[in-house]
T-cell receptor, first 109, second 114 residues
Framework: RKEVEQDPGPFNVPEGATVAFNCTYS??????FFWYRQDCRKEPKLLMS???SGNEDGRFTAQLNRASQYISLLIRDSKLSDSATYLC??????????FGTGTRLQVTL | DAEITQSPRHKITETGRQVTLACHQT?????MFWYRQDLGHGLRLIHY???????NKGEVSDGYSVSRSNTEDLPLTLESAASSQTSVYFC?????????????FGPGTRLTVL
Protein backbone atom coordinates (compact mmCIF):
# COMPACT_ATOMS: atom_id res chain seq x y z
CA ARG A 1 0.00 0.00 0.00
CA LYS A 2 1.36 3.42 -0.91
CA GLU A 3 2.03 5.75 1.99
CA VAL A 4 0.00 8.50 0.37
CA GLU A 5 -2.79 7.71 -2.06
CA GLN A 6 -4.75 10.02 -4.28
CA ASP A 7 -7.33 9.62 -7.02
CA PRO A 8 -5.39 10.53 -10.19
CA GLY A 9 -8.46 12.03 -11.84
CA PRO A 10 -8.78 13.90 -14.07
CA PHE A 11 -11.46 15.99 -12.47
CA ASN A 12 -13.13 18.05 -15.19
CA VAL A 13 -15.19 20.88 -13.74
CA PRO A 14 -16.73 24.04 -15.16
CA GLU A 15 -15.51 27.44 -14.12
CA GLY A 16 -17.16 28.55 -10.89
CA ALA A 17 -17.70 25.03 -9.59
CA THR A 18 -16.59 23.69 -6.24
CA VAL A 19 -14.34 20.66 -6.31
CA ALA A 20 -12.89 18.53 -3.53
CA PHE A 21 -9.94 16.15 -3.46
CA ASN A 22 -9.24 13.57 -0.80
CA CYS A 23 -6.00 11.88 0.02
CA THR A 24 -5.34 9.01 2.42
CA TYR A 25 -2.13 8.31 4.28
CA SER A 26 -1.00 5.08 5.90
CA UNK A 27 1.58 6.26 8.44
CA UNK A 28 -0.30 7.21 11.60
CA UNK A 29 2.85 8.90 12.93
CA UNK A 30 2.69 11.48 10.14
CA UNK A 31 2.65 14.96 11.62
CA UNK A 32 3.00 17.38 8.76
CA PHE A 33 0.73 17.63 5.77
CA PHE A 34 0.71 19.85 2.72
CA TRP A 35 -0.94 20.39 -0.60
CA TYR A 36 1.35 21.28 -3.48
CA ARG A 37 0.35 22.40 -6.93
CA GLN A 38 2.26 21.29 -10.01
CA ASP A 39 1.77 22.73 -13.48
CA CYS A 40 2.71 20.67 -16.48
CA ARG A 41 6.47 20.08 -16.71
CA LYS A 42 7.20 22.51 -13.86
CA GLU A 43 8.28 22.24 -10.25
CA PRO A 44 5.83 21.56 -7.42
CA LYS A 45 4.87 24.70 -5.53
CA LEU A 46 3.51 24.81 -2.01
CA LEU A 47 -0.19 25.61 -2.07
CA MET A 48 -0.90 25.35 1.62
CA SER A 49 -0.03 23.54 4.80
CA UNK A 50 -2.75 21.48 6.46
CA UNK A 51 -3.39 22.03 10.15
CA UNK A 52 -5.29 19.80 12.52
CA SER A 53 -8.00 22.41 13.01
CA GLY A 54 -8.40 22.92 9.27
CA ASN A 55 -7.36 26.06 7.47
CA GLU A 56 -8.50 28.32 4.70
CA ASP A 57 -6.64 30.46 2.22
CA GLY A 58 -8.97 32.42 -0.01
CA ARG A 59 -10.88 29.94 -2.15
CA PHE A 60 -8.92 26.99 -0.80
CA THR A 61 -9.77 25.02 2.33
CA ALA A 62 -7.70 22.15 3.69
CA GLN A 63 -8.78 19.72 6.36
CA LEU A 64 -7.16 16.88 8.24
CA ASN A 65 -8.97 13.89 9.68
CA ARG A 66 -6.53 11.98 11.83
CA ALA A 67 -9.04 9.33 12.90
CA SER A 68 -9.63 8.28 9.29
CA GLN A 69 -6.15 9.27 8.13
CA TYR A 70 -7.11 11.49 5.27
CA ILE A 71 -6.68 15.08 4.23
CA SER A 72 -8.82 17.03 1.85
CA LEU A 73 -8.60 20.10 -0.34
CA LEU A 74 -11.68 22.08 -1.31
CA ILE A 75 -11.52 24.63 -4.10
CA ARG A 76 -14.44 27.02 -4.38
CA ASP A 77 -15.33 29.14 -7.40
CA SER A 78 -12.85 27.31 -9.64
CA LYS A 79 -10.86 29.40 -12.10
CA LEU A 80 -9.30 28.33 -15.36
CA SER A 81 -5.95 29.07 -13.74
CA ASP A 82 -6.62 26.39 -11.12
CA SER A 83 -6.05 23.72 -13.78
CA ALA A 84 -3.04 21.78 -12.54
CA THR A 85 -2.04 18.63 -10.70
CA TYR A 86 -2.47 18.76 -6.93
CA LEU A 87 -0.04 16.74 -4.85
CA CYS A 88 -0.90 15.50 -1.40
CA UNK A 89 2.11 15.35 0.93
CA UNK A 90 2.55 13.75 4.31
CA UNK A 91 5.48 13.19 6.60
CA UNK A 92 6.94 13.37 10.08
CA UNK A 93 10.51 14.48 9.44
CA UNK A 94 12.06 16.50 6.67
CA UNK A 95 13.55 13.35 5.18
CA UNK A 96 10.25 11.58 5.05
CA UNK A 97 7.97 13.91 3.20
CA UNK A 98 6.05 11.48 1.04
CA PHE A 99 4.35 12.76 -2.08
CA GLY A 100 1.24 11.33 -3.63
CA THR A 101 1.18 10.85 -7.37
CA GLY A 102 -1.21 13.76 -7.78
CA THR A 103 -4.77 14.52 -8.79
CA ARG A 104 -5.25 16.31 -12.07
CA LEU A 105 -7.79 19.11 -12.25
CA GLN A 106 -9.04 20.60 -15.49
CA VAL A 107 -11.30 23.64 -15.22
CA THR A 108 -13.25 24.41 -18.36
CA LEU A 109 -15.30 27.34 -19.65
CA ASP B 1 15.34 37.54 -3.95
CA ALA B 2 16.44 34.25 -2.46
CA GLU B 3 15.91 31.31 -4.76
CA ILE B 4 16.84 27.77 -5.71
CA THR B 5 18.29 27.07 -9.15
CA GLN B 6 19.20 23.93 -11.06
CA SER B 7 21.48 23.41 -14.01
CA PRO B 8 21.44 22.28 -16.67
CA ARG B 9 17.69 22.44 -17.31
CA HIS B 10 17.94 19.80 -20.02
CA LYS B 11 20.61 17.17 -20.55
CA ILE B 12 21.05 14.34 -23.00
CA THR B 13 23.80 11.85 -22.28
CA GLU B 14 24.85 8.34 -23.19
CA THR B 15 24.73 5.18 -21.15
CA GLY B 16 27.80 4.77 -18.97
CA ARG B 17 28.77 8.42 -18.77
CA GLN B 18 29.12 10.27 -15.50
CA VAL B 19 26.70 13.16 -15.14
CA THR B 20 26.47 15.85 -12.49
CA LEU B 21 23.37 17.94 -11.90
CA ALA B 22 23.80 21.16 -9.98
CA CYS B 23 21.52 22.61 -7.31
CA HIS B 24 22.12 25.99 -5.69
CA GLN B 25 19.99 27.78 -3.10
CA THR B 26 20.41 31.21 -1.61
CA UNK B 27 17.97 30.84 1.29
CA UNK B 28 20.69 29.55 3.61
CA UNK B 29 18.58 26.45 4.29
CA UNK B 30 20.39 23.62 6.03
CA UNK B 31 18.22 20.90 4.49
CA MET B 32 18.45 19.98 0.84
CA PHE B 33 16.92 17.12 -1.15
CA TRP B 34 17.03 15.47 -4.52
CA TYR B 35 13.98 13.79 -6.04
CA ARG B 36 13.18 12.16 -9.32
CA GLN B 37 9.72 12.25 -10.83
CA ASP B 38 8.42 9.60 -13.19
CA LEU B 39 4.94 8.87 -14.48
CA GLY B 40 3.01 6.70 -12.05
CA HIS B 41 5.54 7.09 -9.24
CA GLY B 42 5.28 10.65 -8.08
CA LEU B 43 8.30 12.24 -6.46
CA ARG B 44 10.81 9.79 -5.04
CA LEU B 45 13.61 10.80 -2.71
CA ILE B 46 17.13 10.05 -3.94
CA HIS B 47 19.44 11.69 -1.39
CA TYR B 48 19.20 14.39 1.22
CA UNK B 49 21.42 16.49 3.46
CA UNK B 50 20.85 18.21 6.78
CA UNK B 51 23.94 20.36 6.56
CA UNK B 52 27.54 20.68 5.42
CA UNK B 53 29.30 17.31 5.23
CA UNK B 54 26.04 15.47 5.96
CA UNK B 55 24.48 13.22 3.29
CA ASN B 56 21.87 10.47 3.53
CA LYS B 57 20.34 7.93 1.19
CA GLY B 58 16.73 8.12 0.17
CA GLU B 59 14.50 5.40 -1.20
CA VAL B 60 16.03 5.29 -4.71
CA SER B 61 19.71 6.08 -4.11
CA ASP B 62 21.37 3.29 -6.11
CA GLY B 63 23.53 4.73 -8.88
CA TYR B 64 23.51 8.25 -7.42
CA SER B 65 25.76 10.17 -5.06
CA VAL B 66 25.79 13.64 -3.51
CA SER B 67 28.26 15.78 -1.62
CA ARG B 68 27.70 18.85 0.56
CA SER B 69 30.76 21.06 0.89
CA ASN B 70 28.84 24.27 1.63
CA THR B 71 25.34 25.34 2.62
CA GLU B 72 24.29 26.57 -0.83
CA ASP B 73 25.04 23.58 -3.07
CA LEU B 74 24.08 19.91 -3.31
CA PRO B 75 25.27 18.45 -6.62
CA LEU B 76 23.83 15.10 -7.69
CA THR B 77 26.14 12.72 -9.57
CA LEU B 78 25.10 9.76 -11.67
CA GLU B 79 28.19 7.58 -11.55
CA SER B 80 27.44 5.62 -14.73
CA ALA B 81 24.23 6.77 -16.35
CA ALA B 82 21.65 4.13 -17.25
CA SER B 83 18.51 4.41 -19.39
CA SER B 84 16.44 3.77 -16.26
CA GLN B 85 17.71 7.10 -14.93
CA THR B 86 15.95 9.03 -17.66
CA SER B 87 13.69 11.24 -15.58
CA VAL B 88 12.95 14.73 -14.34
CA TYR B 89 15.09 15.63 -11.34
CA PHE B 90 14.05 18.17 -8.75
CA CYS B 91 16.15 19.70 -6.03
CA UNK B 92 14.45 21.11 -2.94
CA UNK B 93 15.39 22.82 0.29
CA UNK B 94 13.74 23.31 3.65
CA UNK B 95 14.50 25.51 6.64
CA UNK B 96 13.21 23.01 9.22
CA UNK B 97 13.46 19.33 10.02
CA UNK B 98 10.33 19.13 12.16
CA UNK B 99 6.99 20.77 12.52
CA UNK B 100 5.66 22.19 9.30
CA UNK B 101 8.76 21.38 7.29
CA UNK B 102 7.61 22.47 3.87
CA UNK B 103 10.08 22.13 1.02
CA UNK B 104 10.75 24.55 -1.82
CA PHE B 105 11.66 23.22 -5.23
CA GLY B 106 13.99 24.21 -8.01
CA PRO B 107 12.77 24.31 -11.64
CA GLY B 108 13.97 20.79 -12.42
CA THR B 109 16.41 19.12 -14.80
CA ARG B 110 15.10 16.90 -17.56
CA LEU B 111 17.66 14.15 -18.13
CA THR B 112 17.62 11.73 -21.04
CA VAL B 113 20.00 8.79 -21.09
CA LEU B 114 20.36 7.20 -24.52
Amino acid sequence: RKEVEQDPGPFNVPEGATVAFNCTYSNSASQSFFWYRQDCRKEPKLLMSVYSSGNEDGRFTAQLNRASQYISLLIRDSKLSDSATYLCVGGYTASKLTFGTGTRLQVTL
Amino acid sequence: DAEITQSPRHKITETGRQVTLACHQTWNHNNMFWYRQDLGHGLRLIHYSYGVQDTNKGEVSDGYSVSRSNTEDLPLTLESAASSQTSVYFCASSPRTSGHNEQFFGPGTRLTVL
